[in-house]
């Protein structure tokens, strides 16, 4: 093993020192008002983690096939021979070394980004908070550094996440992001404003995602049960057995292996392990488990990767701040159910109804996504629609096998997704500067929105570097060649094309709506004449916060080299190929098909110009309604993200809460309290208290709880009077220990 | 007959030990020569020697895991990976003991250098303990780990409470240690021998002399569970806790425990295989007995010192029903391994307990009842916090080394169940009682976080790092208790 | 056969002696009788065929501790003991307990004998472990620094010990008090 592997553990301590050294130390780094320390500290640790990925990268060269670097032992239980155990060991393989780059490089990216941008976000809270400078100083000491020790921490436990060796770290990993994700959404949870939707919406991403994280865990028991163990590579290995042997065969044949090292499920439930699939009293087929496993994996997935049914949380989520929504909500956390199906691609190899249904549901989600993201005016919102629509191409392509397609659309999409929300962030960095120039001379509003597109306009004079940065990403996004959208969108819609044609005319449409709202979105926010003061008073933003942007997109320009559908050039499928057991890796010519990238090309440029045709030509004036509204009803359906949330809230939440209600108030409180209590028990008692005498009714009002409660707490008094403070009394007690032990110990011996 | 020579004494094995034997009585003349003004200069000092030993057992640890164990003073001790680990947590308790006399004793006005070269002496009887192979060596050790307890008990002489505190201890520890002599002579008349090893030979071999023996172990149990805190044997501990300094109140309900627990564990398991039927089913009905009477008496405790010193009385029978589990061969290395860890997680969660109860006392040893500790919560908020985690540790919540103290502890004895069905029932006993226990470690809480009140809190920075140290250890404990636990089952008796 | 009457006769006084001392209200005779029961286990010593012990019980305890004891009584002027319990039921089932212990002891050894374990009234002649030198100054100082090496060191540590410990119990209040008034002079 290359000694630079042993490295690894750094990847994750790097962003956890980081936010260590925020937590504790960040108040005193805030020196002054423009202190970047707390920033630049974490941006170093993302940095350094950045350079251990890469590190990790050059030994993968030399050994391809990955190692499993042992670091601790999280917990383990022994009993007799039978241990079980659960190590923390960090998989490095090709596969976690793409996800350990891409998260660590856009997640560095993104770190210096955000030293500009919460300057400029806090400075702005304080303003609309009204706080005097020694307020507005105080608030920033305390929330620069937070910001940046959230972010430190979600790095590592994406990291996490990415490198465990089993599903069980993998599911800390996921948690933790989930948590991450949660505080970062309500980070102005105190805005007094919007203070209480932002965290009304980290609240709806955290329960939402809880829906997925069930899933997740009853998939990780079924697993367990199944296999005995939850090291990938050991369930793989005995997944690949019992799809020709039996369970018998398959767990006896390690048996000696189990018992050393991995955990033996019998210890924990009691059932034995040497029977055929069997859960106590039901017997399943393999295939059956297989399906239900992998499908429980899924719901997980469509949790964390924002996908049909549950995507809804993520347009809410853009209630953070930019970096947030940037990194977590677009690049890396996100990605998350893509990596993790491809990591489960063995057991997806084995159901081949669930990776059908993975792939409908990513290109359903991809369809249904893009055609909303075309009737939004939020900035951030079209963004996020365009993200749950990009996952759902990923979704859509690792459930059709085509996991390196799946993986390079990650990478790709992280680079331009990132540099998208970015400039949309300083879009509106620059428009609220706007607009304090403009509010200043009175001409301010609080109803202001600056993330509002219809307020924008014209803005490509002001902001010169953003526009560049954003028809980069922007043209990556519609998959116009040879930006790197169109490598990786192509590989996908070449491997539909191949297994499904359903599934690449979900897709195909979805590229069109794709590349025509991205048209219609740099229209309306940078063509034409500003709709706004604000927009007119616009500026640039600084270098701390274009160089990160001009770096991504020199990455979503060339992003594609990395996986060239020509050859040797196709260097991701090879490097996946190790790691991934499924991955299709297309013979020679058979990488690209011309028909599919040209109608991929023409539809999107297609899209392009008929959004130059609506938007472009005649640019939105101050207070014009959106041309499409000609569309009516269906413009407000597709407005209204297609009822989805209204639709939840009549099937779910709404008899949820009558259920509760119902159970709290008539059940509860009227049957139970007063019903049963006032009346029956009540009554019962007052009838029987004529009869019996006080003491007795007080027990049965208080009922049995408080019955053995009060004999406790009596015993205890009348114990406790034992404790008379006179050493004789205690030497007594021991004296009488005494002949209990050697009376028991003579008894005992002589009564046989 | 012939001098041991230097071989056979093996000083090498024993080094943290003498580093700290002799660091006392160095300390002894120093602290003669420290102005009175200056005595924080001899805690810094005694800090100096007990960071020595813990240097010298960090060599010893990585030593000893290769070797397994290894025998010094011509086979009186035994050093192995079990004593390792318990020296461990000795010195880290002394060390704790330290940093919390630091501030405490000239608050109150007893600063006195010898507080630090007592505690160094009984921490020296505690290690001895942990590593005793002969029954004179235990004696002697348990006689060296109570003397100087004694005393510091009573270093607030001019409290009356401290006085009385150290005079019932030690005329008690003294009634008990006869019986333990007693236990040891007849073991040597039934045995012929006092060494640990000779004894469990002896027992096997010869059945005739089988009751003295029996009898004789009965009543070293007595002596040990004396220290340990064991009904009915338990009677000191809330007077003796109560009136004690509070440093010493938290060294000796950890360290005195443990060191006896590390007597009982090593002359159990090493000496009595043999009748471990005998010794499993007495110390199951004292465990029982020890859990009920603790968890229930503390319920009615008002001060927080008497609350602790009954709660303490209560994870003896946590403790002991692993011991007790250790009755059966196949799972004793689990069994002690779950003594150990359950020692640790104890040691660490009622040292933060305790500091937290010495940051809330006045100056002139009042503030020990709970309601001192309402509001708290407001004007203390991490230190409430961590004292909110210690007694969840205490209770047995998840995330904290309590719970899975507790757990390990359960799973011992359930799997000890098979030869001694006996332990079902004290399993039972233990997991009621542990329901029961939530009833005052939460109204602590309670307290603290409900209740309106002045909050006052002194908390120098030897408070505040040994706070944040003890609640991360119990959360570390609890998060992940693997590589520990790992150690702890690795801690076998060689 | 004489050597039965004879420790019988020194046992007989020892069980009397320290009865005696438990009973007796004068202090004074209670150490006395304290003094007599040491003397007995010195004269087992000697039975034992142990003169060295026998010398040195007689010496350090009969002699200087209670020399010690002594002189603590008078100056404290305790020689009259008022014991009066208010606990009526202790004494009682302390005799009880006593009895049964006592009782379960006698059971014990005979028990042990009968069945032919270790004798513990054989004669002391008959024990192989008798040699010339048994018990001699010799022997003994061989033994605390051999063997017993490391039990001989801890016991002077002890020693140490409860000598820091007198120091510190006794001088407490006194010498808390003498600093106070330094202070107060030094003012």
């Not at chain 1, 923390?88 to 891409?102: A, E, Q, R």
């Amino acid at each position: 093993m290359n000694s630079l592997f042993s490295l690894i553990p750094l990847v994750v301590f790097f962003p956890l020192l980081g936010m260590l050294i925020n937590i504790f130390f960040g108040r005193m780094l805030m020196a002054d008002e423009n202190s970047k320390a707390p920033g630049v500290i974490a941006s170093l640790m993302a940095g350094l983690s950045f350079v251990i990925a890469v590190l990790m990268f050059v030994a993968l060269l030399g050994e391809p096939e990955g190692v499993e670097v042992p670091f601790m032992t999280w917990f383990s239980i022994s009993a007799g021979s039978r241990t079980l155990s659960i190590p923390w060991t960090f998989k490095v393989d090709t596969l976690s070394s793409v996800m350990m780059l891409v998260v660590t490089g856009v997640g560095t990216l993104i770190h210096i980004y955000a030293i500009g941008y919460m300057h400029g976000d806090i400075d702005e809270q304080a303003s609309k908070r009204g706080l005097s400078s020694d307020e507005a100083f105080d608030l920033k000491r305390r929330r620069f550094p937070r910001f940046f020790a959230y972010f430190n921490l979600f790095l590592a436990s994406m990291l996490i996440l990415v490198t465990g060796s089993n599903y069980l770290v993998m599911f800390v990993g996921w948690e933790l992001v989930g948590l991450c994700s949660y505080l970062l959404i309500g980070f102005w949870f105190d805005d007094p404003i919007v203070g209480i939707y932002n965290s009304m919406a980290g609240r709806k991403a955290f329960v939402v995602n809880r829906i997925g994280d069930f899933g997740m865990v009853m998939a990780l028991m079924l697993i367990f049960w199944t296999f005995g163990t939850l090291q990938f590579d050991d369930v793989f290995a005995r997944a690949e057995c019992m799809r020709t042997a039996s369970q018998f065969e398959c767990l006896a044949v390690d048996a000696a292996q189990m018992v050393e090292t991995s955990p033996n499920f019998s210890l924990m439930f009691g059932f034995g392990l040497l029977q055929p699939i069997s859960f106590g009293a039901i017997t399943l087929s393999f295939q059956t488990v297989m399906i239900a496993i992998t499908l429980l994996l899924l719901l997980g997935a469509t949790g964390k990767s924002a996908q049909i049914p549950l995507f809804v949380w993520l347009p809410d989520a853009m209630a953070g701040p930019m970096p947030v929504s940037a990194l977590i909500h677009a690049a890396t956390m996100v990605t998350a159910g893509i990596y993790m199906i491809t990591r489960s691609n063995v057991l997806y190899a084995m159901a081949p109804f669930s990776a059908d249904t993975v792939a409908i549901i990513g290109a359903a989600t991809a369809l249904v996504a893009a055609t909303i993201a075309v009737a939004q005016f939020d900035i951030k919102r079209v963004l996020a629609y365009s993200t749950i629509s990009q996952l759902g191409f990923m979704i859509a392509a690792v459930g059709l096998g085509g996991y390196v397609a799946g993986i390079f659309h990650l990478a790709t999409h992280a680079f331009f997704k990132a540099l998208l929300f970015l400039s949309a962030g300083s879009v509106i960095h620059g428009i609220e500067h706007g607009h304090h120039a403009t509010a200043h001379k009175g001409h301010g509003d609080h109803a202001f929105d600056p993330q509002d597109m219809r307020n924008m306009g014209g803005l490509r004079k002001h902001m010169p570097t953003t526009i560049v940065v954003y028809i980069v990403g922007a043209l990556a996004l519609a998959g116009i060649p040879p930006l790197a959208g169109f490598w990786s969108k192509d590989e996908i819609l070449l491997d539909a094309s191949k297994h499904d044609p359903l599934i690449y005319i979900l897709l195909t449409i979805a590229a069109f709506f794709t590349a025509f709202y991205m048209g219609r979105q740099v229209w309306m926010v940078f063509f034409g004449q500003p709709r706004t003061e604000a927009a007119a008073h616009a500026h640039e933003s600084p270098p701390v916060m274009t160089t990160p942007l001009i770096i991504l997109a020199v990455l979503a320009s060339i992003g594609g080299l990395m996986n060239l559908p020509f050859g040797r050039l196709h260097f991701l499928a090879e490097w996946l190929r190790e790691s991934v057991a499924y991955a299709h890796v297309p013979a020679a010519g058979e990488g690209f098909s011309i028909t599919v990238a040209v109608i991929s090309t023409v539809l999107a440029l297609a899209a392009i110009a008929l959004s130059y045709i609506i938007y472009g030509t005649k640019p939105l004036q101050e207070g014009q309604a959106d041309p499409l509204r000609v569309a009516g009803p269906l413009f407000t359906f597709l407005n209204r993200k297609w009822y989805w949330d209204e639709a939840y809230e009549a099937v779910f939440i709404r008899p949820f809460k009558c259920l509760a209600n119902w159970l709290a108030f008539t059940i509860d409180w009227r049957f139970w309290h007063d019903f049963v209590h006032d009346s029956v028990i009540i009554q019962f008692f007052d009838g029987w208290a004529a009869i019996l005498s006080r003491p007795v009714d007080m027990g049965i009002v208080d009922g049995a709880v408080n019955g053995i409660g009060r004999l406790v707490a009596g015993a205890s008094s009348r114990l406790r009077r034992t404790q008379t403070g006179y050493v004789r009394n205690y030497a007594l007690a021991v004296a009488l220990g005494v002949v209990a032990i050697v009376a028991y110990l003579l008894i005992r011996f002589f009564a046989n | 007959m012939q001098l041991p020579i230097l071989e056979s004494i093996n000083l090498m094995a024993v080094l943290p030990v003498l580093i700290i034997a002799g660091w006392a009585c160095v300390l002894l003349v120093f602290d003669l020569l420290i102005p009175r003004s200056r005595k924080h200069w001899t805690a810094w000092l005694a800090l100096v020697g007990l960071l020595g030993a813990a240097v010298a057992l960090f060599f010893q640890i990585g030593h000893f895991a290769r070797l397994g164990s290894e025998a010094a003073f011509d086979g009186m001790v035994t050093v192995d990976g079990f004593s390792i680990f318990l020296q461990v947590v000795f010195v880290l308790t002394a060390i704790v003991g330290v940093l919390l006399a630091l501030d405490y004793l000239p608050r109150h006005g007893i600063e006195r250098g010898e507080y630090y070269v007592l505690l160094l002496f009984t921490t020296i009887g505690m290690m001895i303990m942990s590593m005793a192979a002969d029954l004179i060596v235990v004696f002697v050790a348990l006689e060296l780990l109570s003397i100087p307890l004694y005393i510091l008990s009573g270093f607030a002489g001019m409290r009356e409470t401290s006085e009385e505190a150290a005079l019932k201890y030690f005329l008690l520890g003294a009634f008990a240690s006869s019986f333990l002599v007693y236990g040891i002579a007849l073991t040597y008349g039934g045995t012929g021998t006092t060494r640990l090893t000779g004894i469990a030979q002896a027992v096997t071999s010869d059945a005739l002399n089988l009751p003295l023996t029996t009898v004789g172990m009965g009543l070293l149990l007595v002596g040990l569970g004396f220290k340990v805190a064991a009904v009915p044997f338990h009677m000191w501990t809330p007077d003796v806790y109560q009136g004690a300094p509070t440093p010493v109140t938290a060294f000796m309900s950890v360290g005195a425990k443990a060191g006896g627990f590390a007597a009982l564990i090593r002359v159990l398991v090493t000496a009595f295989p043999a009748i471990a039927s005998e010794w499993g089913t007495l110390i199951a009905v004292i465990a029982g007995l020890t859990m009920l009477l603790g968890n229930i008496v503390a319920i009615s405790q008002s001060n927080i010192k008497r609350m602790l010193a009954y709660s303490s009385i209560a994870h003896a029978g946590y403790i002991l029903l692993a011991v007790a589990a250790a009755q059966r061969s196949e799972n004793a290395s689990f069994a002690i391994g779950a003594v150990v860890f359950y020692l640790l997680a104890y040691a660490l969660t009622n040292l933060g307990a305790f500091t937290v109860a010495i940051a809330v006392e006045r100056d002139d040893g009042t503030g020990t009842e709970i309601d001192d500790f309402a509001g708290l919560g407001k004007t203390r908020p991490w230190m409430a916090l961590a004292m909110a985690l210690f007694m969840l540790s205490l209770t047995g919540m998840p995330i904290s080394g309590g719970l899975v103290g507790k757990v390990f502890v359960f799973q011992a004895a359930l799997q000890a169940v098979p030869g001694d069905p006996l332990l079902l029932a004290v399993v039972i006993i233990g997991v009621l009682t542990s329901v029961v226990s939530a009833f005052y470690y939460l109204k602590v809480i309670m307290v603290m976080y409900m209740r309106e009140g002045e909050g006052k809190a002194v908390l120098p920075l030897a408070l505040k790092t040994v706070l944040a140290a003890t609640a991360f250890g119990t959360l570390v404990l609890g998060i992940i208790p693997g590589p520990v636990f790992q150690m702890a089952q690795r801690a076998m008796l060689k | 056969m004489i050597g039965y009457i004879l420790f019988g006769l020194v046992a007989l006084v020892a069980i009397v002696s320290a009865v005696g001392m438990l009973l007796s209200t004068n202090a004074i005779h209670a150490a006395l009788f304290l003094v007599i029961n040491l003397i007995c286990i010195a004269l087992f010593y000697l039975g034992l065929n142990a003169p060295f012990l026998a010398m040195v019980q007689i010496t350090v305890y009969a002699g200087a501790i209670m020399v010690l004891f002594l002189f603590v009584i008078m100056l404290l002027g305790a020689e009259q003991v008022t014991l009066k319990s208010q606990l009526k039921w202790q004494a009682p089932l302390a005799i009880v307990l006593a009895v049964v212990m006592i009782a379960a002891t006698f059971l014990l050894f005979f028990n042990v004998q009968a069945s032919g374990g270790l004798s513990p009234l054989a004669p002391i002649s008959e024990d192989p472990r008798q040699t010339e030198t048994f018990g001699s100054p010799y022997a003994v100082g061989e033994v605390l620094f051999g063997a017993y090496l490391l039990p001989f060191e801890m016991t002077g540590v002890l020693l140490l010990v409860a000598m820091i410990g007198a120091i510190i119990l006794t001088r407490n209040e006194a010498g808390g008090m003498r600093d106070e008034q330094r202070a107060a002079s030094n003012e």
